[in-house]
């Protein structure tokens, strides 16, 4: 049964957190001047080990441990993942180049409708049931393997960490990896010729010319969202809170007050400007109006910042100049 966390105090103003990239991320920026101030006021400490994993863990609880992206997308595609193992097999868009060959699009991103994925999948059918592993997209960015029982899928790296990479170095490794290796490669067969990716060729779209695997799970026991509200880009992080009980949304800029403890994944942001025009100003003003408890900062490379309005008494402190540890 998906749960909130209990053990979160209740507050009358709700926290607003915001996920964010390693400060080092955002180089030689300067903090505008009103966020600087309050950063040098707030209190900061080490939550958690450097990296993505391990700083979406401290907001979203699974158990067994793990981050089952494709029996959870698939629960919400189609309702059906219980009692098996699924692997996403999104269609995807790899280009050679001089180095070996790029994943440049992956999933949602290709733009596909309802009746090019179908007709994409049609040859693919046979070829993956031939091989005891029936393929289907209840949505059209969203493809999905489902498992014999008691399989279990290599680790195949995500779209996140293989976007711009040699395909080659970010494939899995090891014996059942090369089962899967040759899949794909009668995969790529099938699509490299397909009359979709004529008529999308003739429109200016990439083509879907290969497929990529990743998030091969089980649906989990239990899924626990430490906040009430998220707003991401990531539909698999979605997902997986909503499993947990929260509200889920795309980003947008927020309404205030907010009326729930919100989470903000802001971890592709590079721009310190607009975080600050779009995401930061605002939480200060709602601070001031009390209508906001705390305004937290979750860094990916572990350190927390947060904000509270009577941290305003702490004048003898410095402003911080960069977000940079």
Not at 80 to 105: E, K
Not at 146 to 157: E, H, I, K, N, S
Request: with cysteine.
């Amino acid at each position: 049964m998906p749960t909130r966390d209990a053990t979160l105090p209740c507050m009358s103003a709700p926290d607003l957190t915001l996920l964010l990239p390693a400060g080092d991320a955002f180089g030689a920026q300067r903090l505008p001047e009103p966020i600087a101030r309050a950063l040098g006021r707030a209190d900061l400490e080490t939550v958690g080990e450097a990296g993505e994993a391990d700083q979406l863990r401290r907001h979203v609880d699974v158990v067994p441990r793990g981050w089952p992206v494709a029996a959870l997308t698939r629960q919400r595609d189609a309702g059906d993942a219980a009692g098996a193992t699924w692997l996403r097999a999104d269609p995807a868009w790899i280009r050679p180049d001089i180095n070996g060959a790029r994943l440049l699009g992956v999933g949602d991103a290709l733009g596909l409708d309802a009746a090019d994925a179908e007709a994409l999948l049609r040859p693919l059918k046979p070829l993956f049931g031939d091989a005891g592993v029936p393929i289907d997209a209840p949505v059209p960015g969203r493809w999905y393997v489902r498992l014999p029982a008691g399989a279990t899928p290599p680790v195949f790296a995500g779209p996140d960490e293989a976007l711009g990479a040699d395909v080659f170095e970010v494939l899995a490794e090891g014996a059942e990896a090369r089962r899967w290796r040759s899949l794909l490669s009668e995969a790529q067969i099938v699509l490299h010729n397909h009359p979709v990716n004529a008529q999308r060729a003739d429109r200016g779209a990439p083509p879907v010319n290969s497929l990529w695997f990743w998030g091969g799970s089980r649906l989990p026991d239990r899924v626990t969202a430490r906040a009430a509200r998220l707003l991401s880009a990531d539909e698999a992080l979605r997902a997986i809170a909503a499993a947990g009980g929260a509200m889920t949304e795309e980003v947008d800029r927020l309404a205030w007050p907010l009326g729930a403890d919100t989470l903000v994944d802001l971890r592709t942001v590079r721009d310190l400007r607009m975080l600050a025009e779009t995401w930061w100003i605002p939480a200060l003003d709602a601070l001031r109006a009390r209508t906001l408890s705390a305004l937290v900062l979750d860094l990916a490379d572990g350190r927390r910042f947060t904000i509270r309005q009577r941290q305003r008494w702490r004048f003898w402190r410095r402003a911080r100049g960069t977000l940079g540890a």
